[in-house]
């Protein structure tokens, strides 16, 4: 039995010792000073995204301080305050603050919706 259990475990301790030692380092982190993109052109990218996008007609506003992008505004749509959250991170913004608000007609609150099997 001993000989059998020392088969079994014998090729993944040899795997384990044969890993590369650069795999146990932490990965490397850029500074917060060297964003990918600076402030204005992170504010450029977004004016652009916003003038082509169905969420411009809504009239947010927005700022950008440090690679934070603030929105404010309103809409009566909900997926528009979605939309701009993820028009800021793909414009490369490293935080999003979204002080957008809800509007108009809704019929409740939102629930989640349940399938039944």
């Known amino acids: 039995m001993p000989r059998i259990l020392a088969f079994l475990l014998l ?5 384990m010792l ?3 030692a650069v795999a146990a380092a932490p990965p490397k982190v850029a500074p917060a000073a060297n964003h990918a993109v600076n402030d204005a052109q992170l504010e ?4 652009t995204k916003l003038a082509k996008s169905k969420i411009g007609k809504d009239g947010f506003r927005f700022h950008v301080q440090h690679g ?3 929105w404010e ?5 909900l997926q ?3 939309a701009a959250t993820r028009m800021a991170r793909t414009s490369g913004a490293a935080q999003v603050v979204n002080n957008i608000k809800i509007t108009g007609k809704s019929s409740g609150p939102l629930r989640k919706a ?3 099997p």
Do not use: C, M
């Open 80 to 82: 528009h305050k979605g």
């Open 11 to 15: 090729p993944a301790l040899a795997g």
């Open 18 to 20: 044969s890993l590369p």
């Open 114 to 116: 349940y399938v039944q």
């Open 68 to 70: 934070v992008v603030t």
């Open 73 to 77: 505004g309103t809409t009566s749509v």
């Open 44 to 47: 450029a990218t977004i004016h």
